[in-house]
């Protein structure tokens, strides 16, 4: 069994994790109530919200557009709020959308963020970053799979595996955006096939997309040879035949894909998730910020988001407030040692 462990180094993660900590802590400033449901001036509780603007910070097909949707169905078909539009805004690992959400007026929008955007704003450098912006929660994570066209030759993870690191950059891969967790998945399994991390960069072919939509195409045309996305983007073409499933990421089977193998299965000693949440624009107010935290809360808790959990095959990974920004802080730490570990930043 390979065995791939990546930890964080510690003075460099205790002290971003000060400085993270620090900036998390003060995202939520006083400024003036806006938007559909401002503060309520210092009340015991805060205003409710009638309606809320949702961004995509991705082309639509994708993992993060499927949540930006699910969010607004469910919000709306409980009558939490009036309206819910949803707009996507892709580009560049979500760091657009980011960008976007930090010059946004109204403080009753949501954003849907998770691990890509984490990696993606550390390997295009990003001026913005998730630090900047107001956390309100951790919704879900989903385990990613490693697929291959149907009338691929590889019928499992090792065989596929060893093929990939003898033939480095001429094998073509596919995923979400650049520094994303597909990305950072696909170097992981390179390093674990025993390719130094140095080499990474050279040896690994990854074509970046803003949506699954986009890698979908390029699989099923036959222009890449895997793929790596959430198990929620692959499993329809997988049931009907077109694709096949080589492993998935969880510690045990994916609910969507029982019959697919995990990566442990496979001998390769590798579990990942993909989590996914909703952050606010950086400069709300705290009663702003308690409103909207409020509001995500009551969506946990209703019967439409467990009927969209169920039906996606995503896991409840429920965190709101200052234990989402806690949350935050670590997987930053961490994300930044593992794309350096594998050679994606320095």
């Known amino acids: 069994m390979t065995q791939h462990t990546l930890t964080p180094r510690r003075l460099g993660a205790l002290a ?10 003060g995202c939520a400033g006083a400024n003036p109530a806006g938007g559909n449901g401002g503060g309520n001036g210092g009340g015991d509780e805060p205003a409710a919200i009638s309606a809320v603007d949702i961004i995509a910070p991705a082309d639509p097909g994708g993992g993060w557009d499927q949540t930006a949707r699910a969010v607004s169905q469910a919000l709306t078909e409980e009558s939490l709020v009036s309206s ?4 996507n805004i892709g580009g560049a690992g979500g760091t657009v959308g980011l960008a976007a959400l930090a010059t946004e007026s109204d403080p009753n929008t949501l954003m849907v963020t998770g691990s890509v955007m984490v990696g993606a704003v550390e390997t295009n450098a990003s001026a913005v970053r998730i630090e900047d912006m107001t956390p309100i929660a951790r919704l879900t994570e989903e385990p990613l799979v490693v697929v291959v066209p149907a009338d691929s030759p590889y019928d499992s993870m090792q065989d596929f595996l060893d093929a990939w690191v003898e033939a480095g950059s001429d094998m073509a891969v596919t995923g979400g955006s650049a520094g994303g967790i597909d990305h950072v998945l696909a170097g992981m399994l390179l390093t674990g096939g025993g390719v130094e991390a140095a080499d990474i960069p050279s040896s690994l072919n ?3 997309n803003s949506g ?40 045990e089977p994916a609910e969507l894909l029982p019959d697919a193998p995990t990566l442990v299965d496979e001998g390769i000693d590798i579990t990942l998730t993909n989590w996914r949440g909703l952050l606010a624009p950086g400069d709300i107010s705290d009663d702003e910020r308690a409103a909207l935290e409020n509001l995500v809360t009551e969506l946990h808790d209703s019967e439409a988001w467990t009927e969209v959990l169920t039906t996606n095959g995503w896991t409840d ?25 594998i050679g994606l930043i320095e």
């Not at 234990?323 to 670590?330: D, G, I, Q």
């Open 206 to 208: 990854y074509i970046a």
């Open 16 to 25: 971003l994790a000060g400085v993270a900590a620090l900036s998390l802590a």
């Open 317 to 341: 990974a429920f965190l709101v407030g200052d234990e989402f920004a806690s949350f935050l802080t670590e997987d930053i730490a961490t994300t930044q040692e593992t794309l350096a570990t």
């Open 212 to 251: 699954g939509g986009e890698a979908l195409t390029l699989l099923l045309g036959g222009q890449v040879d895997a793929g790596i996305s959430g198990v929620g983007e692959f499993a329809q073409q997988i049931e009907a035949g077109e694709l096949k499933a080589l492993a998935v990421t969880s510690a």
């Open 84 to 87: 819910a539009p949803v707009s």
